[in-house]
């Protein structure tokens, strides 16, 4: 999938695109990067329509003044094919 399309969309509405598994790993690493308030990053495998691909996932807690969370970035960067391994 292009990039272009996956750009400000909701993790939630990739449950049609992968596994529930896979999202729930994920979702539990969003809920470690919260309760910790860090940055984390780690390694996962992402399968659809009996493709895996890999990726390094970087998740960024974004606080306000307030110590409030204003915003959650996730970026994935697809290693797929690369010397990286998940």
Known sequence: MEA???IGKSLFKFKRLY???????INRQFLQAIKNKKVLNFYQNFTSE???KNFFITIIPELSGKD???????IAR????????C
């Open 19 to 25: 596994n529930e598994e896979g999202i729930k790993q």
């Open 78 to 85: 697809d290693i797929t094919g690369t010397s990286q391994r």
């Open 4 to 6: 272009n399309r996956l």
């Open 68 to 74: 409030e969370y204003e915003n959650i970035l996730l």
């Open 50 to 52: 009996g493709e895996t």
